[in-house]
């Protein structure tokens, strides 16, 4: 259900000072798209876990990178996929687990908002990670 012209794209460098554009974007689409105050506040918790972690993990210190946050609309949902080119990494069950316990409960966050999640790596280098809200009538 998928509208070519309800996809909004921005990048950002992978510095933690840019995550909030990324929450800006996501209110300012709020007003295409309304959303209940608490789906809007889920969905910024989660870009933030999700930026958060290709900020903090995909690139090495002091190296330079970007961060592109990709947000399609449609009428029944809202996807937001968080892309990198840094390190990268693959997610299975053990590493979740062994990731969980380091500190990176942001995946568990996002899990818990979401009614979607997907990571995976991304084409070439990096991650995608992509998760989706399902909106109904009374979001």
């Known amino acids: 259900m998928r509208d070519e012209g309800r996809s909004i794209r921005l990048t950002i460098p992978a510095r933690p000072e840019y995550i909030t554009l990324g929450r800006l974007a ?15 506040h889920d969905l910024k918790l ?11 993990h995909a690139y090495e210190a002091g190296s330079e990178g970007s961060v592109q946050i990709v947000y399609e609309i449609g ?17 299975d069950e053990a590493s979740e687990t062994d990731h ?3 500190s990176g409960l942001g995946i568990a966050i996002i899990r818990s908002l979401a009614d979607e999640l997907e990571i995976e790596p ?18």
């Open 26 to 40: 996501l209110t300012a689409i709020a007003g295409v798209r309304p959303l209940s105050d608490e789906t809007l």
């Open 46 to 56: 989660a870009l933030t876990e999700a930026c958060t972690n290709s900020v903090r």
């Open 75 to 91: 009428d029944e949902d809202i996807s937001i996929e968080v892309i990198d080119e840094g390190e990268g990494f693959v997610l």
């Open 100 to 102: 969980l316990s380091e």
């Open 122 to 139: 991304g084409e070439g280098r990096g991650s995608r990670l992509r998760f989706v809200k399902h909106l109904g009538a009374a979001a």
